[in-house]
């Protein structure tokens, strides 16, 4: 399949956004096969017997992309970091739910077992730093978005670019961002 224009998939996208239901058909199977690289990609950090494979996530972020009616798109970049964004907030809920879960869901725990108190360290770290990136876009939005976009989308700085600002203000960012979440995430002293 070729890779349709960025202006293509922008006009698709702004036509969505003013109702046009049919748009969207259009733009799904042209922008389904980097979805599934954004997905391929969350999922390669996860653990081997997630309970979601590469297309589930895909589907669950498209389920949650539907129901953004109030997004006002901008072009491509901003669909797959709009898209980046909704995959994580699906595996996060995903980490969050299986630790209440562990946690008794609510119930009061009588015992405790060694088993059950450990937490699985991917999804510790998810969790760690999807509250380290919630706390960055309370202070520098713009920061927030573009980690969102380079390391989750897996957009390069030009395309991050295309969202309104200068490739050396998104390289600016990016440096800030990483050292700003590793200092949040407790990893000061590692490479970014």
Known sequence: MTTPSPNEVTELLLAWGHGDASA????MP??????RRLAHRYMGGERENHVLQTTAL???AYLRLIDSSRVQWQNRAHFFAVSSQLMRRVLVDIARARDREKRGGGRIQVSLNESIVGVDERRADLIALDDALTALA???ERASQVVEMRFFGGLE????AEARVSVETVKRD????RARLLKEIGGE????
């Open 24 to 27: 969207l058909e259009r733009l």
């Open 189 to 192: 002293g590692e490479n970014p």
């Open 58 to 60: 895909v589907n669950e």
């Open 174 to 177: 990016w440096r800030w961002a």
């Open 138 to 140: 309370a202070t520098d």
């Open 30 to 35: 042209l922008v389904y096969d980097e979805l």
């Open 157 to 160: 700085n030009d395309e991050v």
